[in-house]
């Protein structure tokens, strides 16, 4: 039932949106534009109760991070040794009676010391390991253990998904297929979990040489939530990779007092000078944040909230810029009782023009769910009269509608560009995009052009949004 009540949510909330930007894009206003959204700040809402719950777990200079989605939990790290009793004493305060998935992200002693104790008191469903060799007891131990129990052990690489449920996407982003070599730090598994609108990025130990192989890999970085990398190492979160990130918030595991010096103050600079609030586990405990797909709050345990059961103040997704005073029309969206999100169209200010396409949408529906699920760059006969026999389909593998209006579609030299008009994309339906003219529709678009796009030997569709992050990309032929 709560299920159904956020996806009619965010299909309301698509259309409302759609509908505005179809009235102004008719031409039923003349000299009119829209004010800046794309740079929209935080604001308060009410304690949602959502499916997702992540709690970042107090594990001194270590790591251990808890997913529960409905009734799937997952389990990432699990720390020092001396820290196994703790996580175990947690997952009980949270009623936890198994682990769907168990990941251990590098086999350092401060990220899977735990697991023992977990592996002895909660069964697991199967382990995600990065697959490296290392030769430490504690890890050999590990193996043994998981080979004793009968658990299925899968090892990570990038562009690989994890299926737990249908309404989570759990996406590797690292290691590539070839490890970068001896160091386990770099080669830690790094996860991108996302439920509607929401993701929250897991970093490991990955340093700036994982970092920037993320980065020119095309796959989706974008998070509301990210967990620092290396405890804040000066090795991590580079500027490249943030940028890319851009999140919201984030969070550092790290000890109090510890011998490193983490967190490194160049990295808290960088998250300090974009705006990020930070939390810290040596300063405020166990973190937790929960979200319903749209919004998310945040609690700490030596915060005023109670992050076992108590109540939160939460941050939301959207808000209106505060340049824009007279919000009309207000739609109230009920996404749980007695929670109501409220989402405004701003009243448009007088004698401002720009084109459609060079507006910044904000967005709605997880990007990330969006794929060019297939493509036809060879038309068959005369390319030159069967522009339409040259295509490429995308496909929304969420549960959520996904407006795409603003984002294009170009081709491996940039030569050709396509920009969306509004549309939404739905889940589950195919939308083919073709090269030449004719009648959009639910499920077809069509770029206009009078000429052939694509290359007939080979040749890269490239699908960015409307901010200009690559959202997925494929190839096809001599460009394979």
């Known amino acids: 039932m709560t299920h159904s009540i956020y996806h009619r949510a965010a299909i309301s909330a698509s259309i409302i949106f759609l509908i505005a930007v179809c009235v102004f894009s008719a031409g039923c206003t003349r000299d009119l534009s829209f004010p800046a959204l794309s740079n929209t700040t935080h604001s308060q809402y009410n304690e949602n109760d959502g499916r997702l719950s992540v709690y970042f777990f107090d594990v001194g200079q270590g790591d251990s991070s808890l997913v529960i989605f409905g009734n799937t939990t997952i389990l990432i790290d699990a720390g020092e040794v001396d820290m196994g009793d703790r996580v175990v004493a947690n997952l009980r305060r949270l009623n936890i009676t198994k682990i769907d998935l168990l990941v251990a992200s590098h086999p350092h002693s401060d990220h899977i010391g735990g697991m023992q104790k977990v592996l002895d008191n909660f069964p697991v469903g199967q382990v995600l390991d990065s697959g490296l060799p290392h030769s430490s007891p504690l890890y050999q131990h590990f193996l043994e253990m998981l080979a004793k129990k009968h658990i299925p052990y899968r090892v990570a690489e990038q562009g690989q998904t994890v299926a737990l449920d249908p309404a989570l996407r759990i996406l590797i982003l690292s290691p590539p297929h070839k490890h970068f070599g001896d160091d386990l730090n770099t080669d830690s598994i790094v996860l991108r979990i996302s439920y509607s609108t929401i993701d929250v990025l897991f970093t490991g130990d990955a340093g700036s040489e994982a970092e ?34 851009h999140p919201d918030i984030a969070i550092i595991s790290v000890g109090s007092d510890n011998p490193y010096g983490h967190p490194h103050r160049q990295t808290l600079d960088t998250l300090t000078a974009a705006g990020v609030d930070i939390y810290r586990t040596d300063r405020d405990g166990t973190v937790r944040v929960r979200s319903n797909g749209i919004s998310y709050s945040v609690t700490t345990e030596n915060g005023q909230g109670n992050i076992w059961t108590g109540v939160t103040t939460p941050i939301s997704l959207f808000s209106i810029p505060a340049n824009i005073t007279n919000p009309v029309p207000t739609f109230a969206l009920n996404l749980t009782i007695p929670e109501t999100v409220i989402l405004s169209q701003p009243k448009i200010p007088e004698n401002i023009t720009a084109a459609l396409s060079s507006i910044a949408l904000p967005r709605i529906g997880n990007a990330s769910s969006m794929q060019i699920s297939a493509t036809q760059f060879d038309a068959p006969g005369d390319d030159r009269t069967n522009l339409n026999g040259e295509w490429v389909r995308l496909t929304n593998r969420g549960d959520f509608p996904v407006l795409v209006s603003g984002w294009t579609l170009t081709d491996r030299t940039g030569s050709f560009s396509y920009t969306f008009p509004a549309f939404v994309a739905m889940p589950g339906t195919p939308v083919t995009i073709y090269t030449g003219s004719g009648m959009m529709n639910d499920t077809a678009l069509f770029m206009g052009y009078t000429q052939p796009v694509w290359g007939n030997s080979g040749d890269s569709a490239l699908l960015n949004d409307g901010n200009g992050n690559l959202i997925d990309t494929k190839s096809e032929g001599a460009a394979a």
Do not use: C, Q, W
Request: aromatic share 12%; charged share 20%.
């Open 212 to 245: 920037d192989t993320m980065v020119k890999s095309g796959y989706p970085l974008d998070a509301e939530i990210l967990k620092v990398g290396h405890h804040g190492s000066m090795y991590s979160t580079s500027k490249t990779f943030f940028n890319r990130v």
